[in-house]
């Protein structure tokens, strides 16, 4: 309860401007700052991203593979943070950032194609199964993703239960890793809300303020839908299906 309190308390925030201001300029700078500190509130940690530069990347890497899609530290995993004084100080300092997440923390993801994750909540919730939080990512030269919020099973109190997976893997394999992607600890996935190069970008399907599941609760139907929609792809086009190993 607490959890989905502080949530509702960061979108219950007065914002300036009259009631029917665009959401342009300072009224979109606004909304998306909330969202930001709404997600710290729900305990997500943030870490400043690149952003888009034209159809690039802001960072200084030619050719950058993961264009507006990575942190722009080296040290985001100590970075990353829930402090909503620090988040506003990075929102208000640097306005085009785009933000991560780091897992493994707090929270897991489940990153699946967006046409399986639109099965997998059909199913889930047919057979009456709560979801988490669930963003959606789209991009111009990548595939439409979908992201399952979920309690992390990477820090155990037993380091002996946290086990490496085929399925944990780094945010840049994700072309290599075309079915389901679990990000645990060491990995990252943008925030919502954040823009991609071109008219891409990572929005809220299910807002941070529905409470965390079980991963396992999850995996099944995701596995399923995953497979379902590679054989689908499969016949429409003769690939191959997708990998479970490297």
């Known amino acids: 309860m607490e959890r989905k309190s502080r949530f509702s308390q960061w979108l219950r925030r ?9 959401r342009t300029g300072a009224g ?10 709404a997600a710290a509130a729900a305990g997500f940690p943030l870490a400043p991203a690149a952003h888009p530069a034209g159809y690039g990347c802001s960072c200084d890497r030619i050719g950058c593979p993961t264009p ?13 943070t829930t402090d909503p004084q620090k988040v506003a100080q990075w929102v208000s300092g640097q306005p085009e950032a785009n933000f991560i997440t ?22 889930l919730g047919a057979a009456g199964v709560e979801v988490g939080p669930v963003a959606t990512s789209s991009a111009d030269l990548h595939e439409s993703r979908m992201l399952f919020f979920t309690a992390t099973r990477g820090t155990p109190e037993d380091e002996d239960e ?23 600890r ?7 809300p954040a823009r991609l ?7 809220w399907l299910l ?17 399923d839908s995953c497979a379902q929609y590679a054989g689908a792809t499969d016949r429409e086009h003769g690939a191959a299906a997708w990998p479970m190993g490297r």
């Open 186 to 192: 060491g990995s990252y996935v943008l925030m919502p």
């Open 162 to 184: 946290w086990w490496p997976c085929e399925l944990d893997c780094h945010p840049e394999t994700m072309d290599e890793h075309p079915g389901l992607r679990w990000h645990c």
């Open 14 to 22: 007065p914002r300036s401007g009259a009631d029917g201001e665009s």
């Open 102 to 123: 780091a897992t493994g923390i707090t929270h897991d993801v489940l990153d699946v194609p967006a046409d399986a994750g639109r099965m997998a909540l059909d199913r």
């Open 207 to 223: 807002g941070p303020e529905r409470p965390l599941p079980d991963p396992l609760t999850l995996l099944e139907t995701l596995t």
């Open 197 to 203: 190069p071109g008219e891409g970008h990572v929005a």
């Open 28 to 37: 979109a700078a606004s909304a998306r700052e909330d969202l930001l500190l």
């Open 68 to 80: 507006a899609r990575h942190p722009v530290s080296f040290a985001w995993q100590t970075q990353a």
